[in-house]
C-alpha cells in the first residue's frame, strides 16, 4: 500500500519552551485550527488533548512528551506547494524535571518551534532548550505568545532572545496593536495586514499596512531581507545589484536560512486563536522535511566501517527506539523514528544493541493516549509498537538482513535520590515490578539497591520528577508506599596524581591466589568520566588479567574512599606488577586492582563533590534584600541582577543541598510573590567544614548499622 502522504509534505516538529509559556496552549491552537479538535481545551482545566496524565492535568503541566498528528495546507506563505501537509508534533515538558523528555524528542525531530512567554521572554528552561535544540542541530522557529495580555510585549522579549540565545532571530511578521489592543499582524514578506476582531475568528482580514506602522514594517523587512539572502549568493548579488526579489525568491531565501539551524523566524501572538494560522504556514513553508535533513550516518555492527541511510522508502528499514512508555490498554508501547526504509506489521526487526529480532505485532500512531492501528510505516514516520520486550530508549531496529547501529541518546545523570520501602507485604512484589517498569520508560530515573541497609534506592533529576515517580507506582500500579527524605547525588574524585602497589595473595591449603599489580591514578576534567589504560608490557601480567584489573577498578569505584559516593572523572593506569603461572587467577588480580584504586586514591588528596544548580529567582523588589541574604546564607554565589518588567530577577548557583523545601521559605518571605526556577549546573568541591559534616553523618549511619 503507498504511503498517503509523500515524504516531502511530512513535518516532524517538536513545540519546546520554559515551564508556563504556553506549549500545551500553542498545540491545542494547532490542533484547533486544523480540525482534528473542535474545541480548544484550558491547561488549567485539565481540558487539553496532550496533557493526558491524571497528575498533568491537576498540576496545570507537562510531564512527558505527547505526540499528535495533524493536517494543514498552507493558506498565505505557499512557497511549500498549494497541497496539504502532514505535521507530526511532539509537545514536550517545560520543567527542567523532565528534561529528559526534550532530550530525546529533539534527537528525532526534524524542526521545532520555541515557544516564549511576551510578559517574560527569554528564561532559564528557554536557554536549556535552545541549547539541546543546537547540540542536535536542529532548525527553529520563535513563536512570542501571550503578547496580548498585560505585561506582553514582542519587541522585549525579542530582544531578549538577541541577548541570551542569538541575534540572528529576525521577525516575519509584527503585531498590530499593543497588549490587549492586539488585533493582528503585518506580514514582512508580502507587506500585507491580517487582522482579527476576537482571536476566535476563524478568518484573517487580509488589507494594507496601516499607515502608522508602514516606516517600522519597511525597516524590519530591510534587516530580514540583508540576513537572509546571505544563505544564498545568487540572491546577494541580486540584492547588491540593487534589484528587487520576488516573493517567491524571498521565501526561498528565508527558507534556506532556516534549514542552516542559524537563522530563526520569529511570529507573535495569541497561541490559542487565528494567528497559529500563520505558524503552520510558517511550519510547514521553512521547517525542513525529512529529505531536507538529509541522510543518517550508523556504522556497521561488526566492522565499525560508516553506513549512510537516506531518508527514502526502497532503503533497507533504520528506525531509532526513542521513548517507551505503558499504556494502560495495550501495555508496553515503543515510540521510534523511522529514518529510512518501510515496515509492515507482522514482520521482524533486528535490534542491533542486543541482536536479537523482535517481531512487528500492532503498530499504532499516537493521539496524545489515543491509539489508530496502522499496517505500515514509512520513512519520516513517527510511530510506536505495541509490546516489544527488549527495546529501549536509544536502541537502533533496523532490517534483519542489513544491520545497522545508529548513534544512541545519552542522558543526565540524577542528582537527588531517596529511600523508598512498600507500605506492606503485599505491596513489596508489586513495587518492584512498577519501579522497573518506570525506570525503563525514564533513562534519567535510576532505581539501586543500598548494600548496607537493603533499602531501595530511587534517583532523578529533581524533588517534583520523584513526586510524580511515586504518585505514578500509586495510581497507575496501586502500590501504596514510604518514602524517606531526599538525598544528595555526592560523589567522590581527587585533586592530585598518585600511585599504589596492591599485592593479593592467599593460601589456601590447595591452589591459592595471586595477584601484584602498580597503578596510577590521575584526575581528570569534571564529566570526562572514567579511563583505564594498559602500560603493561613485557608481559609482567598476561593479556588475560588486564580486564579484571579494571572490572576491579570500576567495581571499588563505586564506592570511593571518603564517604563512600561514587569516584568520578579520573583515569587508572595499570603499568606494572607480577604473576604466579600456577596462584594467578582472574579473581587475584581482581581483588588486586581493586585495593590498589583504594589506596592510590587516599594518597591522592580526594574531595567530595555536590551538585551545584542555576537558580533564578524573580521577585519584587521591596523582598529582594531578604531574597539575596537568604540566598548567601545558603552558600549562593549571585551571578547577575536584572529587571523585568517590575520585578527583580536573581540568577545565582547555589549547591542542591541547600535548597530542600526553598519554595516554601520563599512564598513565606514574600507573601507568595514571588517565584523560582532551578536547573543542574555542574558539580563542585564541598567546602572543608560541609565536606567534614557529611563524613561525620555517613560514619553516623554506619555506626548505626552496627558497622
Given at each position: 500500500m503507498p504511503r498517503e502522504y509523500p515524504i516531502e509534505v511530512t513535518r516532524n516538529i517538536g513545540i519546546i519552551a520554559?515551564?508556563?509559556?504556553?506549549?500545551?496552549?500553542?498545540?491545542?491552537?494547532?490542533?484547533?485550527?486544523?480540525?482534528?479538535?473542535?474545541?480548544?481545551?484550558?491547561?488549567?482545566?485539565?481540558?487539553?488533548?496532550?496533557?493526558?496524565?491524571?497528575?498533568?492535568?491537576?498540576?496545570?503541566?507537562?510531564?512527558?512528551?505527547?505526540?499528535?498528528?495533524c493536517y494543514w495546507q498552507p493558506r498565505f506563505i505557499k512557497l511549500a506547494g498549494d497541497v496539504k501537509h502532514k505535521i507530526n508534533i511532539i509537545d514536550t515538558?517545560?520543567?527542567?524535571?523532565?528534561?529528559?523528555?526534550?532530550?530525546?524528542?529533539?534527537?528525532?525531530?526534524?524542526?521545532?518551534?520555541?515557544?516564549?512567554?511576551?510578559?517574560?521572554?527569554?528564561?532559564?528552561?528557554?536557554?536549556?532548550?535552545w541549547r539541546q535544540a543546537d547540540k542536535y542541530g536542529v532548525p527553529r522557529m520563535c513563536f512570542i505568545n501571550k503578547i496580548n495580555q498585560t505585561g506582553g510585549d514582542f519587541y522585549k522579549s525579542l530582544d531578549s532572545i538577541h541577548k541570551r540565545l542569538s541575534p540572528n532571530a529576525f521577525p516575519i511578521q509584527l503585531p498590530i496593536g499593543f497588549e490587549k489592543d492586539i488585533c493582528g499582524v503585518v506580514d514582512l514578506i508580502n507587506m500585507k495586514s491580517y487582522t482579527y476582531k476576537d482571536y476566535k475568528d476563524k478568518e484573517f482580514t487580509i488589507g494594507e499596512v496601516p499607515a502608522d506602522m508602514l516606516e517600522k514594517a519597511k525597516e524590519y523587512r530591510h534587516r530580514l531581507l540583508e540576513k537572509v539572502v546571505e544563505s544564498d549568493d545568487?540572491?546577494?548579488?541580486?540584492?547588491?545589484?540593487?534589484?528587487?526579489?520576488?516573493?517567491?525568491?524571498?521565501?526561498?531565501?528565508?527558507?534556506?536560512?532556516?534549514?542552516?539551524?542559524t537563522f530563526f523566524p520569529v511570529?507573535?501572538?495569541?497561541?490559542?486563536?487565528?494567528?497559529?494560522?500563520?505558524?503552520l504556514d510558517a511550519v510547514t513553508n521553512f521547517l525542513p522535511s525529512p529529505i531536507d535533513r538529509g541522510e543518517t550516518k550508523g556504522h556497521d555492527l561488526?566492522?565499525?566501517?560508516?553506513?549512510?541511510?537516506?531518508?527514502?522508502?526502497?532503503?533497507?528499514?533504520?528506525?531509532?527506539?526513542?521513548?517507551?512508555?505503558?499504556?494502560?490498554?495495550?501495555?508496553?508501547?515503543?515510540?521510534?523514528?523511522?529514518?529510512?526504509?518501510?515496515?509492515?506489521?507482522?514482520?521482524?526487526?533486528?535490534?542491533?544493541?542486543?541482536?536479537?529480532?523482535?517481531?512487528?505485532?500492532?503498530?499504532?500512531?499516537?493521539?496524545?493516549?489515543?491509539?489508530?492501528?496502522?499496517?505500515?510505516?514509512?520513512?519520516?514516520?513517527?510511530?510506536?509498537?505495541?509490546?516489544?520486550?527488549?527495546?529501549?530508549?536509544?536502541?537502533?531496529?533496523?532490517?534483519?538482513?542489513?544491520?545497522?547501529?545508529?548513534?544512541?541518546?545519552?542522558?543526565?545523570?540524577?542528582?537527588?535520590?531517596?529511600?523508598?520501602?512498600?507500605?506492606?507485604?503485599?505491596?513489596?512484589?508489586?513495587?518492584?515490578?512498577?519501579?522497573?517498569?518506570?525506570?525503563?520508560?525514564?533513562?534519567?530515573?535510576?532505581?539501586?539497591?543500598?548494600?548496607?541497609?537493603?533499602q531501595t534506592i530511587i534517583a532523578g533529576m529533581g524533588e517534583l520528577h520523584l513526586e510524580i515517580i511515586v504518585d505514578r507506582m500509586k495510581r497507575e500500579f496501586k502500590v501504596e508506599a514510604n518514602v524517606g527524605k531526599p538525598e544528595v547525588a555526592y560523589k567522590e574524585t581527587f585533586k592530585k596524581m598518585a600511585e599504589a602497589e596492591s599485592k593479593y595473595i592467599r593460601q589456601t591449603g590447595g591452589k591459592g591466589q595471586y595477584g601484584h599489580v602498580y597503578l596510577r591514578v590521575e584526575p581528570l576534567e569534571r564529566g570526562k568520566g572514567y579511563e583505564f589504560e594498559d602500560a603493561i608490557v613485557g608481559g609482567v601480567i598476561p593479556k588475560e588479567f588486564i580486564k579484571p584489573i579494571d572490572k576491579g577498578i570500576q567495581e571499588s569505584a563505586a564506592n570511593g574512599v571518603i564517604a563512600g559516593y561514587p569516584l568520578v572523572d579520573f583515569k587508572a593506569?595499570?603499568?606494572?606488577?607480577?604473576?604466579?603461572?600456577?596462584?594467578?587467577?582472574?579473581?587475584?588480580?581482581?581483588?588486586?586492582?581493586?585495593?590498589?584504586?583504594?589506596?592510590?586514591?587516599?594518597?591522592?588528596?580526594p574531595i567530595i563533590l555536590e551538585p551545584v544548580m542555576k537558580v533564578e529567582v524573580i521577585t519584587p523588589e521591596a523582598n529582594m534584600g531578604d531574597v539575596i541574604g537568604d540566598l548567601n546564607s545558603k552558600r549562593a554565589q549571585i551571578n547577575e541582577m536584572t529587571d523585568r518588567l517590575h520585578l527583580k530577577v536573581i540568577n545565582a548557583q547555589v549547591p542542591l543541598s541547600e535548597m530542600f523545601g526553598y519554595a516554601t521559605t520563599l512564598r513565606s518571605m514574600t507573601q507568595g510573590q514571588a517565584s523560582y526556577t532551578m536547573e543542574f549546573d555542574h558539580y563542585a568541591e564541598v567546602p572543608k567544614n560541609v565536606a567534614a559534616k557529611i563524613i561525620e553523618s555517613r560514619a553516623g549511619i554506619n555506626v548505626r548499622k552496627g558497622m
Open positions: 520554559h515551564i508556563d509559556a504556553g506549549k500545551t496552549t500553542v498545540t491545542e491552537g494547532i490542533l484547533f485550527n486544523t480540525g482534528m479538535i473542535h474545541k480548544i481545551g484550558a491547561v488549567h482545566e485539565g481540558e487539553t488533548t496532550t496533557d493526558w496524565m491524571e497528575q498533568e492535568r491537576e498540576r496545570g503541566i507537562t510531564i512527558t512528551a505527547a505526540a499528535v498528528t515538558p517545560g520543567h527542567v524535571d523532565f528534561t529528559v523528555e526534550v532530550e530525546r524528542s529533539l534527537r528525532v525531530l526534524d524542526g521545532a518551534v520555541t515557544v516564549f512567554d511576551g510578559k517574560m521572554g527569554v528564561e532559564p528552561q528557554s536557554e536549556t532548550v545568487a540572491l546577494m548579488e541580486k540584492y547588491l545589484a540593487g534589484q528587487e526579489l520576488t516573493e517567491q525568491e524571498f521565501l526561498s531565501a528565508i527558507r534556506k536560512a532556516v534549514q542552516s539551524a511570529l507573535g501572538g495569541d497561541g490559542r486563536g487565528i494567528i497559529v494560522q500563520t505558524v561488526k566492522t565499525g566501517a560508516e553506513i549512510i541511510r537516506k531518508p527514502n522508502d526502497n532503503e533497507p528499514f533504520t528506525a531509532l527506539a526513542f521513548k517507551i512508555a505503558t499504556d494502560p490498554f495495550v501495555g508496553r508501547l515503543c515510540f521510534f523514528r523511522v529514518y529510512a526504509g518501510m515496515l509492515e506489521a507482522g514482520s521482524y526487526v533486528l535490534n542491533a544493541r542486543t541482536g536479537d529480532k523482535e517481531r512487528v505485532g500492532r503498530i499504532v500512531r499516537m493521539r496524545a493516549d489515543q491509539r489508530d492501528e496502522v499496517k505500515e510505516v514509512f520513512a519520516g514516520d513517527i510511530c510506536a509498537l505495541v509490546g516489544p520486550k527488549n527495546t529501549f530508549t536509544g536502541d537502533t531496529l533496523c532490517d534483519v538482513e542489513k544491520p545497522v547501529q545508529l548513534e544512541s541518546i545519552k542522558f543526565a545523570e540524577p542528582v537527588i535520590s531517596m529511600a523508598i520501602e512498600p507500605k506492606t507485604k503485599a505491596d513489596q512484589e508489586k513495587m518492584g515490578i512498577a519501579l522497573q517498569k518506570l525506570a525503563e520508560e525514564d533513562p534519567t530515573f535510576k532505581l539501586s539497591t543500598n548494600e548496607e541497609t537493603q593506569t595499570a603499568y606494572d606488577g607480577s604473576y604466579h603461572e600456577v596462584d594467578s587467577s582472574e579473581m587475584a588480580f581482581k581483588i588486586a586492582g581493586s585495593k590498589a584504586l583504594q589506596d592510590a586514591v587516599k594518597k591522592a588528596d
